[in-house]
């Protein structure tokens, strides 16, 4: 890689052009708190910037861990192979290997899922399944709070257990 500094080439601009990431960091251990209560914790083993791009994004190209706390500090868990989060919305695109599972051992597993910070909310179009003790659903499209307490499934087959 060359390098010229003159008034015509900018650093900013080659790497906004080059779309490299401004930095990287390892081991991420990320604590997010609201009202002095932790909300959220990410772990991942590496973190790559850039803020540099026209629609910044940090990504994470070797597995995420995002553990989701409720009012009642009752956890979701969420991991993914790879996951980009992009700053200028509360989105983060989870792929290969989705897990999410909540405290009451809910288990959701897809290819692909976002989960919008905002809201609290995780949707998909891809392939699904969901799993709790009453519950073994394959589909296509789910949308549901973090907590699994409001979901919608679609495109749906599978066992579902009902009392008399």
């Not at 791009?53 to 009642?72: H, K, R």
């Not at 003790?133 to 907590?147: C, E, P, R, V």
Request: some cysteine; charged content about 25%.
């Amino acid at each position: 890689m060359f390098f010229s500094c003159n008034d015509e080439k900018d650093l900013t601009i080659f790497l906004r052009k080059a779309e490299i990431p401004v930095s990287s960091a390892s081991e991420i251990n990320a604590i997010h708190t609201d009202s002095g209560k932790i909300s959220s914790i990410l772990n991942s083993p590496k973190m790559l910037n850039f803020s540099n791009a026209p629609f910044p994004y940090f990504e994470f190209p070797q597995d995420l861990e995002v553990i989701l706390y409720d009012e009642n500090n009752k956890e979701t868990k969420i991991i993914a192979d790879y996951a980009i989060s992009y700053s200028g919305s509360d989105l983060i695109d989870l792929r290969g290997n989705v897990v999410v599972s909540t405290h009451l051992f809910d288990t959701l597993l897809t290819d692909q899922l976002y989960y919008d910070r905002g809201e609290e909310w995780l949707f998909t179009n891809y392939a699904f399944r969901y799993i709790s003790t009453d519950k073994d659903i394959f589909g296509k499209g789910f949308d549901s709070d973090k907590s699994f307490d409001k979901i919608k499934f679609l495109k749906i087959n599978g066992s579902v257990a009902l009392e008399d």
